[in-house]
C-alpha cells in the first residue's frame, strides 16, 4: 500500500514536500515513481527512485527544481519541489515498478503496478 501526503495550496516561486510512505515487504525493492495528473491531460512522468543504489531520474521540465529522495529505514520516498510555478498545478502520485532502470520504462505509466491514492497541489497567488 501506498500513501501520499504533503500537498496543498502554494504561491508561485515556493516549495512543498511531498511524501509517499510504503507499507509491505513489497516496497522494500524496486523503484519507486512520481507522477503527476493535471486537470484535463495524460498522467505524466515527475521523477523515479531506485531503490538500492538511489540513483535518480527525472522529466524534463522537473529537472534542477524537484528533487526525489528516498528513506530506505521508514519505507518512505519523498519529492521535495521548489520554485513552483502554476502549471505545476495538478494531483501528484507515487507509484511502485520492478522496471529495469532504463529511461524509456522508468517514464512509463504501465510499468507501475501499485499506485498510490494521489495529493493534490496548487499553485497560485
Known amino acids: 500500500q501506498l500513501q501520499a501526503s504533503g500537498g496543498g495550496l502554494v504561491q508561485p516561486g515556493g516549495s512543498l514536500r511531498l511524501s509517499c510512505a510504503a507499507s509491505?515487504?513489497?516496497?522494500?525493492?524496486?523503484?519507486m515513481g512520481w507522477f503527476r495528473r493535471a486537470p484535463g491531460q495524460e498522467r505524466e512522468f515527475v521523477a523515479a527512485i531506485r531503490w538500492g543504489d538511489k540513483n535518480t531520474f527525472y522529466g524534463g521540465s522537473m529537472k534542477g527544481r524537484f528533487t526525489v529522495s528516498g528513506d530506505k529505514s521508514k519505507n518512505t520516498v519523498y519529492l521535495q519541489m521548489n520554485r513552483l510555478r502554476p502549471e505545476d498545478t495538478a494531483v501528484y502520485y507515487c507509484?511502485?515498478?520492478?522496471?529495469?532502470?532504463?529511461?524509456?520504462?522508468?517514464?512509463?505509466?504501465?510499468?507501475?503496478?501499485?499506485w498510490g491514492q494521489g495529493t493534490l497541489v496548487t499553485v497560485s497567488s
Open positions: 507509484a511502485r515498478s520492478t522496471v529495469n532502470w532504463i529511461a524509456s520504462a522508468v517514464q512509463d505509466v504501465a510499468r507501475y503496478d501499485y
Open positions: 509491505g515487504p513489497t516496497f522494500s525493492s524496486g523503484v
